[in-house]
């Protein structure tokens, strides 16, 4: 067994996901980490460490997740014709384009995800927590030659009971 499995094992035990008997809490937690554990033979098998260890693992995240390794072009071989106008960019799929928004512009879907404090008593006893969502105003203009940046933009949304970013800066009698 490897080092990598035998973290995994442990890991998986920490998290509560395997007992100490060897057996998982679900079905479908023991098939992914089963999956784990598979892909993990195979990275020990390579003989990665160091740096390679990381930039293979870099590079193996950002291919499984459908994620380009350089910039976008825009060139007309990077789009695919969805219908009624809508052009989506094969390398990224959050990507588009159309004539009639943002005056024919390409734009990416992700570009802002809006938060709001939110509460319910089924949730968490009611504790204040952040509820993300994104609607037609996440979409943001690009232009090429483009890489996704790091991260979204996170926009906060007030409401009336919370009409502010900042807890400490609510309203006397806001609910906490």
């Not at 802002?112 to 939110?118: G, L, Q, T």
């Amino acid at each position: 067994m490897s080092n990598y499995q035998k973290h995994a094992l442990a890991e998986f035990k920490a998290a509560g996901w395997l007992d100490d008997t060897g057996k998982y809490n679900n079905e479908m937690q023991e098939a992914i980490c089963t999956n784990v554990l598979k892909m993990l033979d195979i990275f020990a098998d390579e003989g990665h460490s160091g740096s390679s260890a990381s930039y293979t693992i870099n590079l193996f995240k950002k291919i499984a997740s459908f994620e380009p390794l350089g910039s976008l072009t825009g060139t007309d071989d990077e789009w695919h014709d969805v219908g009624d106008g809508v052009f989506q960019n094969k390398r990224m799929g959050s990507v588009f384009n159309q004539s009639d928004r943002f005056d024919g512009q390409a734009y990416w879907l992700d570009g802002k995800v809006f938060w709001e404090w939110c509460s319910s008593p089924d949730i968490d006893d009611g504790k204040l927590f952040k509820s993300y969502f994104t609607n037609s105003d996440s979409c943001v203009p690009i232009e090429f030659p483009w890489v996704k940046p790091e991260k979204s933009e996170y926009v906060f949304t007030p409401t009336e009971q919370f009409p502010n970013e900042d807890l400490f800066e609510q309203p006397f009698g806001a609910k906490e």
